[in-house]
């Protein structure tokens, strides 16, 4: 398909470039080429005036998608400064896809590359912060679109022979209290930026609904034991091979944990 001399993938590729820079920015489509070629003027408007209209609206509609996809973080930013990243960023990874789903996919790799202070020895603990969220924040929109079938709640009679965890399940490890900031931000209590600080958490998902929930270390290593196909006695054994824990004394607190994490929905048969 052509136009004016002009293939179909030519007008594409210079018309997403007109889309995410000014048109004064954007090279001709080819040599002794204007936007007049390209684009009909109309009564009110020039060539460029009806591009800008459309430039604008779809802009605002990519930023209003990242700023979907990472509410947090545009909290956490502050609107101006996450729209500086965002815009910097569809321009360096304009969308490729037909679904705007996946536009954010890259968002946190491109925080990481081009955090202000990439080349200072010492460096700041707030672009850490941002792109943990960054990354925990698109790991949640991944995980209510993952393709598996939800599982139904256990009762909590149940043997521990025939516990494995649901379909629905992800283990994070942060250096920051990630799932703890973006629960306070969900519930609206306005959190400050934190300070560092290990944290853990597993986010699941029931009739397509997330849930978040903290755990402690122990429990993550426990839980990462079982995500690795092992029973809940071989993971009781890694946890006594890893923290030295007194098998009794585990064995007491592992009745604890399994009512809590039946509550919580982490398992199914």
Aim: aromatic content about 14%; charged content about 25%.
């Amino acid at each position: 398909m052509e136009r004016d001399g002009f293939s179909l993938g030519q007008i594409q590729n210079w018309m997403q470039s007109i889309l995410l820079k000014d048109v004064a920015a954007v090279d001709s489509i080819a040599a002794n080429t204007t936007v007049d070629d390209i684009v009909h003027c109309s009564k009110r408007l020039n060539a460029i005036g009806h591009l800008d209209i459309y430039r604008h609206s779809y802009i605002a509609r990519l930023r209003a998608c990242m700023q979907n996809q990472f509410s947090a973080l545009a909290y956490a930013l502050g609107n101006d400064l996450f729209e500086l990243f965002a815009d910097q960023y569809l321009a360096a990874h304009p969308s490729d896809s037909y679904t705007l789903n996946t536009l954010g996919e890259k968002f946190p790799s491109f925080l990481e590359e081009t955090r202000p202070d990439a080349s200072d020895e010492q460096k700041e603990t707030w672009p850490d912060f941002m792109i943990e969220l960054a990354r925990f924040e698109y790991s949640l929109s991944v995980i209510f679109d993952q393709n598996e079938n939800d599982d139904n709640h256990l009762s909590e009679g149940i043997p521990d022979e025939m516990l494995k965890l649901t379909s629905v399940f992800h283990l994070f490890h942060h250096r920051f209290p990630i799932c703890d900031y973006y629960l306070n931000f969900s519930q609206q209590n306005k959190p400050e930026l934190p300070f560092p600080e290990e944290s853990f958490c597993v986010v699941t998902r029931l009739k397509y609904r997330l849930g978040l929930f903290n755990i402690k270390k122990a429990q993550y290593y426990f839980l990462a034991s079982m995500q690795q196909g092992k029973s809940v006695e071989e993971a009781k054994h890694d946890l006594i091979q890893r923290f030295n824990f007194d098998k009794i004394e585990l064995d007491n607190v592992w009745l604890e944990w399994r009512l809590s994490f039946i509550a919580s929905g982490f398992f199914c048969t």
